[in-house]
């Protein structure tokens, strides 16, 4: 790497610091309540090797993903600091420096040093990131995104020098490996080597040269072998192979791949909006700001046109702008798993999923600026480094600006509503925030607001009932404990709640109904508290209570099992 190079990879890091450094003084905030502070799993230590055989998120929660190598370093960060957050946010902080710096690395490798400038500077400062560097849950896009970055870059550059060796294909391979085990995203990897092929490398001397496509074919199977084995230790792990728990959506409305596929080309013309032009930014999307479509609408057809004509688009610059066509391919490679038209996701969009492809977004940029600056006039050279700076300093302060949001979940969940004024999951986190605060009537409002706007999650009305049962306010929770079980008839949770509140408004009958119904659904241990309220309903409404026995041996003998249950 010449000086020059080196000073452009600096001013990238730079700029990605200046993006990034008000998040120093964060609290934990949103998921990293429940996957790092409340977690125990993290807090020592003592058998890290436990954690690869562990799911990302405890099991009492869903036990979602496998991310094993996230979970070392948070339990490593912890203990350097004591659980303090500040030490979280400058791992955040040094792995978007240095994922911004290895974006500018692999553009290098395609593109000249303007372009890749260009395209390193735009993701340093882009404003879609901030969910990702503010957040701590966020370190594994990072390391994903810093893992593919490499081994992209250094893939690149081996192939342009030949055929890969067995050095860089050992390179290549373990950062293949770390980036599965930071997150499940990582798998891509592949299929963005066989699009730089196409692209960027097209060197086909190997299909003449059977030692060549003997190696090319070894590499295949090197990195085949590495999915597998990730793929299936994790099966070991966790029964959901794909990752996620599906988002309730999803669940509750039974919505098919059909289904899930005409929402997403809703949504595409949004997810276009936050790479290329991200000014309004949002911590969840849901019901009713997100539309559910009955069958095919026109409001389909943007997100059709976006997809296919991005395809398109990318299979006919491949020639004249192999730099472009191998960004677009990026794009839509690295969407792909998190899009819901492969599989059900846990979101229906989340700006930290867009962290990695917004690499292929900015490679496209570079390749543009490049070409302004080598096809055409002076004057047209110096619109474009004038419009490159006023992005980069709009990217800055935006980035700057929305840093502030994720100081802390009062501010989070307060702003939340302001971006998501219709997101029914806007009101039910902004009420189960106030409510730790004991801001009862707050509360109350904001789940009414949830409700009415989307009353199909059973998982949040389930909640919310246990919020009134906790309150003594019985009848709402009934009425939502109801229509959760017409809902979803078969969920364990707020079974005794039901049954107690039932209890409570002096509705013996329909209580001793439910505890009955109930038994049907929970466990053993929560069956016991049923049995308990069906006697409790049996004594008010004054059905007979037939005492259990007690066997009472002779004297001098000695049960072999006791007959008390």
């Known amino acids: 790497m010449t000086r020059r190079e080196r000073l452009a990879m600096a001013t990238v890091a730079l700029l990605a610091l200046l993006a990034t450094v008000t998040s120093l003084g964060h609290d934990f905030t949103f998921d990293d309540i429940y996957v790092v502070r409340n977690n125990a799993r993290v807090h020592a230590l003592t058998g890290l090797w436990k954690l690869f055989g562990q799911t990302y998120w405890p099991p009492q929660l869903g036990g979602d993903g496998y991310r094993p190598l996230v979970m070392t370093l948070f339990s490593v960060q912890w203990v350097l600091g004591n659980g303090a957050p500040w030490v979280f946010h400058l791992g955040n902080i040094l792995m978007a420096v240095a994922t911004a710096a ?34 701590v849950v966020g370190q594994s896009e990072l390391l994903v995104a810093l893992c593919l970055a490499l081994a992209v870059g250094h893939y690149v550059r081996s192939r342009r020098a030949g055929m890969i ?3 860089d294909a050992v390179i290549v391979l373990v950062l293949f490996a770390l980036g599965l085990l930071a997150k499940e995203h990582a798998i891509v990897l592949p299929a963005l080597l066989v699009a730089a092929e196409f692209t960027v490398i097209d060197d086909r001397s190997w299909r003449g040269s059977p030692r060549v496509a003997r190696q090319a074919r070894l590499f295949g199977l090197s990195l085949a072998l590495v999915a597998v084995v990730y793929l299936y230790v994790r099966s070991l792990v966790q029964t959901n192979l794909t990752g996620f728990v599906p988002f309730p959506v999803f669940v509750f ?22 790479l290329v032009f991200p000014t309004r930014l949002s911590a969840d999307y849901s019901p009713a700001e997100v539309h559910i479509p009955q069958g095919f609408e026109a409001l389909e057809l943007p997100g059709i046109i976006i ?21 677009l391919w990026w ?69 700057i600006d929305r840093q502030r949001v994720w100081k802390n979940n009062d501010i989070l969940f307060d702003q939340l509503v302001k971006d998501q004024p219709n997101g029914y999951r806007a009101h039910f986190l902004r009420g189960r925030q106030v409510g730790s605060h004991t801001e009862l009537r707050q509360t109350e409002m904001e789940y009414k ?11 949040m009305t389930l ?5 009134y049962h906790r309150a003594g306010l019985c009848a709402p929770a009934v009425a939502l404990l109801r229509w959760s079980y017409a809902v979803l008839e078969y969920t364990q949770d707020g079974r005794y709640q039901y049954v107690d509140c039932l209890a409570k408004l002096g ?47 002779a004297v001098g003998i000695v049960p072999v099992v006791s007959q008390n249950p």
């Open 253 to 274: 409305l039974k919505m098919n791949a059909l289904d899930r596929a005409a929402l997403m080309m809703t949504e595409i013309p949004r997810v276009a909006q936050l």
């Open 463 to 467: 909640v919310i009932a246990s919020d």
């Open 507 to 553: 509705r013996w009958q329909e209580s001793r109904e439910a505890a009955l119904d109930g038994l049907r659904w929970v466990d053993a241990r929560q069956s016991r508290g049923l049995r308990r309220q069906v006697a409790s309903a049996d004594s008010a409404l004054g059905r007979r209570q037939w005492p259990r026995p007690v066997y009472r041996p």
């Open 449 to 459: 607001r949830a409700i009415r706007l989307f009353p199909y999650d059973v998982s």
């Open 307 to 327: 997809c296919l004509g991005v395809v398109a688009l990318a299979f006919a610059l491949r020639r004249r702008s192999p730099v472009a066509s191998f960004g």
């Open 165 to 167: 060796g067995l050095r």
């Open 102 to 135: 290895a974006v500018y690395w692999c553009a290098r490798a395609i593109l000249p040093e303007a372009g890749a400038w260009a395209a390193g500077a735009l993701f340093a400062v882009h404003p879609v990131h901030v969910e990702v560097t503010g957040n």
């Open 331 to 399: 794009v839509v490679l690295s969407y792909l798993p998190v899009s819901n038209l492969l599989v059900a996701a846990g979101f229906i969009v989340a700006e930290r999923t867009l962290f990695t492809p917004t690499i292929g977004v900015v490679l496209v940029a570079g390749a543009a600026f490049e070409w302004l600056r080598s096809h055409h006039t002076v004057r047209l050279r110096q619109l474009a480094t004038a419009a490159l700076g006023l992005l980069l300093v709009l990217g800055t302060a935006r980035s």
